[in-house]
């Protein structure tokens, strides 16, 4: 499925390439993260406008501190998007949350659910895991179907959980366990 290199972490799939982020994707980073519709499916720690300051930054602290847990999707040479891992700790250690996304450009075409796949498969052979979980916002259904063909199951919808834009809204929790 994918190799790890002397760089890091690479999975070479049909529509996309899951690897480590490299300097040199902070002009691509800009350009696909800089979008108020990707913005408004993420956490508020993903800035808006996305600057290439933002990008310069993320890309040094994930090549520093989280090298095996936090990808680029790469199409055509370009990073597109990303993809991660965000371990629990404490009695939550055998829980990661899993998170995505992808330019705007990009949307619809398989990209995200191969990636989320192949993401999943490296989690749980490379980490000691029980689960994987998402969390979607409730506008954001293109994203929950991309989970369910993942094989992740809709476990709750929590009832005003997240505020996001200024709207405190529902979201749904997926999740995916080591088979």
């Given amino acids: ?3 790890k290199t002397k760089d890091g972490v690479e999975l070479k799939l049909a529509r996309c390439t899951v690897r480590e982020w490299r300097p040199g994707d902070a002009p ?3 350009k696909h993260a800089n979008n108020i519709k990707v913005w408004r499916n993420l956490h508020d720690a993903f800035p808006h406008p996305y600057t290439r300051a933002d990008a310069v930054e993320w890309i040094k602290q994930t090549s520093k501190e989280h090298a095996d847990t936090v990808f680029a999707i790469e199409v055509d040479g370009s990073a597109v998007g990303g993809i991660g891992l965000h371990p629990g700790k404490d009695v939550h250690r055998r829980t990661a949350a899993i998170g995505y996304w992808l330019g705007e450009e990009f ?3 398989g990209i ?3 990636a989320l796949i192949a993401v999943t498969e490296y989690a749980f052979s490379r980490f000691d895991l029980a689960r994987l979980e998402a969390f979607v916002f409730e506008w954001n259904l293109p994203s929950a179907r991309v989970l369910e063909k993942a094989g992740y199951t809709l476990e709750a919808k929590l009832r005003k ?3 996001k834009a200024g709207r405190t809204v529902d979201c749904f929790l997926y999740a995916r366990f080591r088979e």
Avoid: K
Wanted: charged share 20%; net charge positive; no cysteine.
């Fill in 1 to 3: 499925m994918g190799r």
């Fill in 28 to 30: 691509s980073l800009v």
């Fill in 107 to 109: 949307w619809g075409r």
């Fill in 112 to 114: 995200v659910t191969e």
């Fill in 161 to 163: 959980a997240v505020t």
